[in-house]
């Protein structure tokens, strides 16, 4: 597991025990769309008869001709950590460890946050989150 990861998983836990707050992971990425379908037709193809294996090819290169990425999560830049404080105010934490710097999404996302009346940071430590989580009760 990645040194930030696990920096994300101490914090994550620390406040997640906190009562005045609620806090989860942000979960994003992206997948190939055509290499899902992909696995999706071979597994198809297991199944079918020789006489259809052509059909189903077709298919195949029909799906790949349109191969396209789909993303989930809130989105590129989105911070490491998500939630809710007890007064009801949007919580963003982006972890970094060393020598790691935002990028200029996530820096455009903590700012948009906070430009909305959220409270969103960068934490590099478990005392850090703390106190940002402290904070943004002010």
Known sequence: MPKTIKLQEKIRLTLGSDPRCAI????????????????????????????????????????????????????KGGSDLLGINANGRFLAFEVKEGPDKLSADQQMFLDLVNRCGGYAREVRSEAEAVQALEDSLL
């Open 24 to 75: 989860w992971r942000n979960q994003s990425g992206q997948y190939n769309a055509a290499q899902l379908q992909t696995a999706v037709v071979r597994g198809m193809l297991n199944q079918l008869k020789a006489g259809h294996v052509h059909t189903v090819i077709g298919t195949l290169e029909k799906f790949l001709e349109n191969e396209r990425w789909v993303r989930y999560g809130v989105g």
